[in-house]
């Protein structure tokens, strides 16, 4: 009897630890970026984003002295961001990675990302960029990563709907939530958008284009304000727009999410340029042609926005041919050949000037019922300046995400960020980071 | 006396094949250990090492971080977690309902099993343990989109018995993932059950039968209590595997904000090692999960032997 339990014992404890094993091995220190005038070699290419494997296609026909092998890798949302790190500690991660924005700077913090300084041609490529997207990819003076996408976020709306309710496009916060008052007057079922507890990154960008500022430095210290003043304006205001049923709170990319858009339950979508596809996919069905269009995000008043995911390039520590990898990167994010290769996938925006008109080509944006690209450029030129993501960006999303857990059990969006700020500075500090609130 | 010579004749024989088992059994155990070492207890070590360090980064924390011994910190970091203790206290209310529900379902199951004829138990026994046949997360999606309301053949047929029921809020929700608990193992304790029941040597039956006793009273009064070990064996079983679970409510979350990314302990360490990027504190959640299995295992065994003494 003794023996067994004790074998029961060691049982559940192997069990619940072997999740661990696996993140074992310790760093192993890469090779100190040499610049090479002209980098050769074999490099492997890890992305999550559609028509990759064909970019990488066409990089490998275009030149003969780097060969890239690409691998599609499960989303952030699915575990990829799981997977790339624990493969980048380990030592076998790829040589050019795929990051979003907001988890960027984690990877700068844990040294997993090496500074591309020294390795591109600044000048065709760093230089030419606008001011907010690189703030998006530079950190300490050094550059870390070079974007791909810059998505303004945008709303989504069926105009079919907004005739019916008898309204405009809002272009006030004001104005949309009379729309929602309209709608529900004429379909009392229906919603305008949906809130969605799991894409905190939205939640994030409305506070951004109110002006908030989630992370910011002072001196040697971090600056958290996740419940900041104008945090707490936007979180007043959906919480009222969910108390009067305006916005219906759901999962995104739930099933639940999808039907509710096929039957026309909820008729808006916050989202940003990437959101077309994802649109068409789920009420082409429904007979929907022609009537979604894309709209700059209401505003507070004064013209503002933000941006709302995109992800950017970037040579990992584990890379033994970062001079390649780097090269690599210069193509992804600055060549017309990479738009070309990806072919009809998405509604691209990218960050690099001249790229977007390829990507529009490229697109075929006939479901839609205005042009798209118009509104994307537009929203684009109205970021508001000065947003910065944290060191670890995924405290604060689980946590928030968390606490948007209990919404249906009468908590508040209010609550929800005091909650994600409280535990955000709390993390950080256990992590030694200096924090002020 | 001469009882007395074959028992030390015995003996003495069992002795000698003790002397030579040893070293053959012990040869027969080396691949066992061997990986046992490697797969299980080199993980459990790493983990408490790693459980009594940090990661600790200073100012803006752009640079490299440095080792440090902290002792039990990040156990008591683990225990401060608002999330983590809520997801203990979840995981408690969850055994209460599950472990009833399921253990007494499969005892039901298999005496009603015991007690049919012949051909139709075949029958039953293979639909009762088909759920078990679908792979843990296969059944979870399923059952997922079984819940969600607007797509769900069972929520509508449902409303159309006037049965309003959103079985993904927050108060539905932990019941929900007891049932697909409850729908994937009832089956393979039932076998096992089942099995134990067998085991049962028909004279006893017989006899109770003769002293007028029906097919319930038997079932209650013998049949039961000769299966208490095996269902001590499902209960110890029940107990570590409920403590780690982490598939359903995983799946369910996707459909649900009413299940978090840190629902359960499990979850929560998953969370802490893989979305936060904290192995020490996943490391130190982890010895903790494993030391509740360990003194829930122990007191298990321990009461059932005492149940079988008595």
């Known amino acids: 009897m003794k023996r067994r339990h004790l074998f029961a014992g060691v049982a559940g404890l192997a069990a619940s630890t072997l999740l661990l094993a696996a993140c074992g091995t310790g760093p192993t220190p890469a090779a100190a970026p040499t610049p090479t005038e002209d980098p050769s070699g074999s490099i492997t290419f890890w992305s999550s984003l559609a028509g990759m494997d064909k970019v990488a296609?066409?990089?490998?026909?275009?030149?003969?002295?780097?060969?890239?092998?690409?691998?599609?890798?499960?989303?952030?949302a699915n575990g990829g961001y799981a997977k790339l790190s624990t493969a980048i500690t380990a030592g076998n991660g790829p040589d050019v990675a795929t990051i979003e924005y907001p988890q960027l700077p984690q990877f700068v913090s844990n040294s997993q990302v090496v500074p591309l300084d020294g390795l591109i041609n600044k000048a065709e490529t760093v230089d030419k960029l606008t001011?907010?997207?690189?703030?998006?990819?530079?950190?300490?003076?050094?550059?870390?990563?070079?974007?791909?996408?810059?998505?303004?976020?945008?709303?989504w709306y069926r105009q079919d709907m907004l005739a019916k309710a008898g309204v405009e496009i809002p272009k006030t916060w004001d104005e949309f939530e009379q729309a929602g008052k309209k709608l529900k007057a004429v379909a009392p079922d229906s919603y305008l958008a949906s809130f969605n507890p799991n894409e905190v990154a939205a939640s994030a960008g409305l506070a951004w284009q109110a002006g908030a500022k989630w992370f910011g430095t002072e001196g040697d210290s971090w600056k958290v304000g996740v419940n900041d003043e104008a945090t707490q304006k936007v979180a007043s205001y959906w919480q009222k727009l969910i108390d009067q049923k305006i916005v219906k709170v759901s999962q995104a990319y739930s099933d639940?999410?999808?039907?509710?858009?096929?039957?026309?339950?909820?008729?808006?979508?916050?989202?940003?340029?990437?959101?077309?596809?994802?649109?068409?996919?789920?009420?082409?069905?429904?007979?929907?042609?022609?009537?979604?269009i894309a709209a700059e995000l209401p505003t507070w008043g004064n013209e503002s926005g933000a941006f709302y995911g995109g992800s950017s390039f970037n040579v990992t520590k584990s890379s033994k041919n970062p001079a390649a990898a780097a090269k690599f990167v210069e193509f992804l994010t600055t060549s017309q050949e990479a738009i070309k290769a990806r072919g009809n996938t998405g509604s691209a925006f990218l960050a690099f000037p001249g790229l977007t008109p390829v990507a529009q080509k490229a697109y075929d944006a006939s479901y839609f019922g205005n042009d798209i690209?118009?509104?994307?450029?537009?929203?684009?030129?109205?970021?508001?300046?000065?947003?910065?993501?944290?060191?670890?960006?995924?405290?604060?999303?689980?946590?928030?995400?968390?606490?948007?857990?209990?919404?249906?059990?009468?908590?508040?969006?209010?609550d929800a960020v005091d909650t994600a700020q409280d535990a955000t500075v709390a993390s950080l500090k256990q992590a030694g980071l200096s924090v002020k609130e | 006396m001469a009882t007395?010579?074959?028992?030390?004749?015995?003996?003495?024989?069992?002795?000698?094949?003790?002397g030579t088992g040893g070293r053959t059994a012990a040869l027969f155990l080396v691949p066992f250990f061997a990986v046992f070492a490697i797969a299980?207890?080199?993980?459990?070590?790493?983990?408490?090492?790693?459980?009594?360090?940090?990661?600790?980064?200073?100012?803006?924390?752009?640079?490299?971080?440095?080792?440090?011994?902290?002792?039990?910190?990040?156990?008591?970091?683990?225990?401060?977690?608002?999330?983590?203790?809520?997801?203990?206290?979840?995981?408690?209310?969850?055994?209460?309902?599950?472990?009833?529900?399921?253990?007494?379902?499969?005892v039901v199951f298999a005496l009603l099993l015991d007690a049919t004829v012949a051909k139709a138990r075949k029958l039953f026994q293979l639909l009762v343990f088909l759920p078990h046949a679908v792979p843990g997360v296969i059944a979870a999606l399923i059952w997922a989109y079984?819940?969600?309301?607007?797509?769900?053949?069972?929520?509508?047929?449902?409303?159309?018995?006037?049965?309003?029921?959103?079985?993904?809020?927050?108060?539905?929700?932990?019941?929900?993932?007891?049932?697909?608990?409850?729908?994937?193992?009832?089956?393979?304790?039932?076998?096992?059950?089942?099995?134990?029941?067998?085991?049962?040597?028909?004279?006893?039956?017989?006899?109770?039968?003769?002293?007028?006793?029906?097919e319930i009273r038997a079932a209650i009064s013998i049949k039961f209590p000769l299966i208490l070990p095996a269902l001590s064996v499902i209960m110890l079983f029940t107990i570590i595997g409920t403590l780690q679970l982490f598939t359903e409510p995983s799946i369910i979350s996707k459909a649900t904000a009413s299940v978090t990314s840190t629902w359960v302990p499990n979850l929560w360490a998953y969370d802490a090692a893989f979305i936060r990027h904290n192995l020490n504190q996943a490391a130190a959640a982890s010895i903790i999960i494993a030391g509740l299995a360990a003194v829930l295992s122990l007191a298990v065994t321990r009461l059932s032997s005492r149940m079988n003494k008595s």
Request: aromatic share 10%; proline share 4%; with cysteine.
């Open chain 2, 146 to 214: 079984l819940y969600t309301p607007g797509i769900s053949p069972l929520v509508q047929a449902l409303q159309g018995g006037g049965i309003q029921i959103n079985f993904l809020d927050a108060h539905m929700v932990l019941p929900s993932i007891v049932n697909i608990g409850v729908w994937e193992w009832t089956g393979y304790n039932v076998i096992i059950l089942f099995t134990a029941l067998q085991a049962v040597p028909r004279e006893i039956l017989e006899a109770a039968r003769v002293d007028g006793a029906g």
């Open chain 1, 373 to 414: 690209y118009e509104v994307f450029n537009q929203a684009y030129g109205t970021i508001t300046p000065g947003w910065q993501w944290g060191p670890n960006w995924d405290i604060t999303n689980t946590a928030l995400k968390d606490a948007y857990g209990k919404l249906t059990t009468g908590g508040t969006i209010h």
């Open chain 1, 256 to 292: 639940e999410w999808s039907l509710d858009l096929a039957n026309s339950n909820v008729v808006g979508v916050l989202g940003a340029n990437w959101s077309a596809t994802g649109i068409q996919k789920r009420t082409e069905a429904s007979g929907q042609k022609g009537q979604w």
């Open chain 2, 40 to 106: 299980m207890i080199a993980p459990v070590i790493y983990s408490l090492v790693l459980s009594f360090h940090s990661q600790q980064k200073s100012g803006l924390g752009f640079g490299e971080a440095k080792t440090v011994f902290v002792g039990l910190e990040n156990y008591v970091q683990v225990f401060q977690s608002e999330t983590f203790v809520e997801g203990i206290a979840r995981l408690g209310l969850y055994c209460l309902i599950y472990i009833p529900c399921m253990v007494g379902g499969a």
């Open chain 2, 4 to 18: 007395q010579a074959l028992t030390t004749t015995v003996r003495r024989q069992g002795r000698a094949l003790a």
């Open chain 1, 131 to 155: 001011d907010e997207t690189k703030a998006l990819v530079q950190f300490g003076e050094k550059t870390y990563a070079l974007p791909y996408d810059a998505a303004p976020m945008l709303m």
């Open chain 1, 57 to 76: 296609e066409a990089f490998n026909a275009s030149q003969d002295k780097i060969k890239v092998s690409f691998e599609t890798i499960p989303n952030g």
